[in-house]
């Protein structure tokens, strides 16, 4: 049975081979520790899965809570996909963040048709500027 929990109080090392087992390490800088230590710490809004002992899955966003929460990531490991738990962790993100605030994502190319499948509507008017960018 998977346990849901609220709170960034995650062991690093554990989210980190969470990001790894589940693909998401490959858009994420796992390798430099203290750089995901202050993601995991100035996040908001996090919502944790649970099998045991075991970290599954975990979505970190960042919200207002009363006008917009952006989901920055989503991660179930690869073991126990298919089984809802994204759903879940979005389902309790949206909850959690006000029940007037819209939730916002980039999706990563490989999950771009998961999305509208679970609901959110394709946007075209988001920009992005990049760390190496500067407003000219």
């Keep these: 049975?998977?346990?849901?929990?609220?709170?960034?109080?995650?062991n690093l090392d554990a989210l980190i081979e969470?990001?790894?087992?589940?693909?998401?390490?490959e858009r994420r800088p796992i390798e430099d520790k203290e750089r995901m230590a202050s993601m995991l710490r100035h996040a908001n809004l996090v919502v944790t899965a649970w099998d045991d002992a075991l970290l599954v899955g975990i979505s970190?966003?960042?919200?207002?809570?009363?006008f917009v929460t952006y989901l920055s990531d989503l991660a179930v490991r690869r073991t126990h996909q298919r089984q809802g738990i994204g759903k879940?962790?979005?389902r309790r993100t949206q909850t959690l963040g006000g029940r007037h605030a819209k939730?916002?994502?980039?999706?990563?190319?490989?999950a771009e048709q998961y999305y509208p499948h679970v609901g959110f509507t394709r946007h075209p008017q988001a920009w992005m500027l990049g760390p190496d960018e500067r407003v000219r």
């Design 103 to 110: 939730l916002l994502l980039l999706a990563a190319p490989a």
């Design 88 to 90: 879940e962790l979005i």
């Design 18 to 25: 969470l990001y790894h087992a589940s693909t998401l390490g």
């Design 60 to 66: 970190r966003a960042l919200s207002d809570f009363s």
């Design 1 to 10: 049975m998977i346990r849901y929990k609220t709170g960034n109080d995650v």
